[in-house]
C-alpha cells in the first residue's frame, strides 16, 4: 500500500483585527489541515493591504518546503477586501473550478449573500493557493467539501497532489 502524500501548508489570515488568540478561521484550518495528516508549517497574520499580502504570499511561494497556502479573508466587496488583488496577479493559473464550486456549496446555506465571495484558487511556482472568506463557517465548508478531497493522494478520479510532480512541465 502507497502511504498518502503529506502536504506542507501555510495559513495567512487576513484581517484588520484578528489575533492569534482570536483568529477562530485560521484555529479551524490548522485542526481540519492537521486532522487531515497534512502539516501547517506556517500561519501569520496581516493587514488588510494588498501589498502587505501579496508580500508574504510571495515569501512563501518561494519556498520550496510549502505546497499549499490557504489565505482567509478579504475575499468581500468591501474597500478594505483586497485578498483576490493581491493574490490573483501571482497566478501562473488559476483554478476556475473552486470559485465556482465553492460558491455552489455555499449558495445551499447562505442562498443568494454568496455572490459577494470572491474566493478563489490558483498556482503560483508549484505552489496550489486558495484564498477564503474569513468566516469559519466559509473556512470549513471549503476545507470538508473541496479542498481536503483535492489534496488526498488517494481521492479518485484525479486530485491536485498527483499532479505537484508536474507542475514545473
Known amino acids: 500500500m502507497i502511504e498518502k502524500i503529506k502536504l506542507n501548508i501555510s495559513i495567512l489570515t487576513v484581517s484588520d483585527s484578528r489575533t492569534l488568540e482570536n483568529d477562530k478561521s485560521g484555529d479551524i484550518l490548522t485542526k481540519l489541515i492537521k486532522e487531515s495528516h497534512h502539516s501547517v508549517i506556517d500561519r ?36 478594505t477586501d483586497g485578498t483576490p488583488e493581491a493574490v490573483e496577479i501571482l497566478f501562473d493559473k488559476k483554478i476556475d473550478g473552486f470559485g465556482e464550486i465553492f460558491r455552489s456549496i455555499s449558495y445551499d446555506k447562505i442562498k443568494t449573500s454568496t455572490i459577494q465571495s470572491r474566493a478563489i484558487s490558483g498556482v503560483a511556482n508549484s505552489t496550489y493557493i486558495f484564498c477564503l ?34 507542475l514545473k512541465d
Open 44 to 79: 501569520s497574520i496581516v493587514k488588510d493591504n494588498i501589498y502587505s499580502i501579496r508580500s508574504i504570499v510571495s515569501t512563501w511561494i518561494e519556498d520550496k518546503n510549502i505546497d499549499v497556502i490557504i489565505t482567509t479573508g478579504g475575499t468581500g466587496v468591501t474597500g
Open 133 to 166: 472568506p474569513g468566516s469559519p463557517g466559509a473556512c470549513k465548508d471549503a476545507w470538508v467539501d473541496i479542498i481536503q478531497h483535492q489534496l488526498d493522494s488517494d481521492h479518485k478520479p484525479c486530485n491536485l497532489t498527483e499532479l505537484i510532480p508536474r
